[in-house]
């Protein structure tokens, strides 16, 4: 056995839909993990963006893995192993957000009466600035409605295709370009005063704007 060989991973030519066949049909504990492995960041990315709570989005992101397996033997053979991941979080999402509106704090569905943007002053250290930028966003991103953040994060942080998302969504592709759209022109609406020292983005480009504010 060659030494690159000793270190290749028994999976590295296994793909998300084959690992998950061997969750599901063989309880595979070593394909569950790998699963794990390559899904956890973005899942708890996804989880932390659509709560605004670092704490909130790792517990779900762990819950939305704990019901992948508890739920494996429902997964469809044919299906994208990603999309059925996505729509779990999402679905734990929004549970949460229906859990936090019951129990009377934030209302994340509410689009225009959400917390007030706190206006930074202006710093000399370029770092301070971005991650002033980048807090203000994550503010504005929650002021959204949980079917609109939904969208913004899917597209503009993880990167899915209209296509993919409408799948993950259950909605059709024009349908996720209206939500897509109207969530793009209100965060530009949200974040317009705040971000003044560039000039004013329109709607397509407020994602380009915080990719680069948001790590």
Not at 87 to 104: F, K, P, S
Not at 146 to 170: F, N, Q
């Given at each position: 056995?060659?030494?690159?060989?000793?270190?290749?991973?028994?999976?590295?030519?296994?793909?998300?839909?084959?690992?998950?066949?061997?969750?599901?049909?063989?309880?595979?504990?070593?394909?569950?993990?790998?699963?794990?492995?390559?899904?956890?960041?973005?899942?708890?990315?996804?989880?932390l963006?659509?709560?605004?709570?670092?704490?909130r989005?790792?517990?779900?992101?762990?819950?939305?893995?704990?019901r992948?397996?508890?739920?494996?033997?429902?997964?469809?053979?044919?299906?994208?192993?990603?999309?059925?991941?996505?729509?779990?979080?999402?679905?734990?999402?929004?549970?949460?957000?229906?859990?936090?509106?019951?129990?009377?704090?934030?209302?994340?569905?509410?689009?225009?009466?959400?917390?007030?943007?706190?206006?930074?002053?202006?710093?000399?250290?370029?770092?301070?600035?971005?991650?002033?930028?980048?807090?203000?966003?994550?503010?504005?991103?929650?002021?959204l409605?949980?079917?609109?953040?939904?969208?913004?994060?899917?597209?503009?942080?993880?990167?899915?295709?209209?296509?993919?998302?409408?799948?993950?969504?259950?909605?059709?592709?024009?349908?996720?370009?209206?939500?897509?759209?109207?969530?793009?022109t209100?965060?530009?609406?949200?974040?317009?005063?705040?971000?003044?020292?560039e000039?004013?983005?329109?709607?397509?480009e407020?994602?380009?704007?915080?990719?680069?504010?948001i790590?």
């Open positions: 056995m060659s030494l690159v060989s000793q270190w290749l991973s028994p999976f590295d030519d296994v793909t998300d839909e084959q690992a998950m066949w061997r969750v599901q049909t063989r309880d595979d504990p070593t394909a569950f993990a790998e699963l794990v492995r390559r899904w956890e960041p973005p899942v708890r990315r996804l989880c963006r659509m709560t605004g709570d670092e704490h989005g790792e517990d779900l992101a762990q819950e939305a893995f704990a992948v397996f508890a739920h494996r033997h429902a997964y469809q053979h044919g299906r994208k192993f990603s999309t059925w991941l996505w729509r779990i979080a999402l679905n734990l999402c929004h549970d949460e957000a229906r859990r936090v509106n019951r129990r009377g704090e934030f209302p994340l569905d509410d689009a225009e009466d959400g917390p007030p943007l706190r206006a930074f002053e202006p710093s000399p250290d370029e770092r301070l600035i971005e991650q002033e930028r980048a807090e203000l966003v994550r503010q504005a991103l929650l002021t409605p949980d079917t609109l953040r939904a969208v913004v994060v899917l597209r503009e942080y993880e990167g899915l295709k209209l296509r993919e998302i409408g799948e993950t969504l259950d909605i059709p592709e024009g349908t996720v370009k209206s939500r897509l759209a109207d969530a793009l209100r965060l530009s609406r949200r974040l317009k005063p705040f971000l003044n020292d000039p004013a983005s329109p709607p397509e407020v994602g380009t704007v915080r990719r680069k504010a790590p």
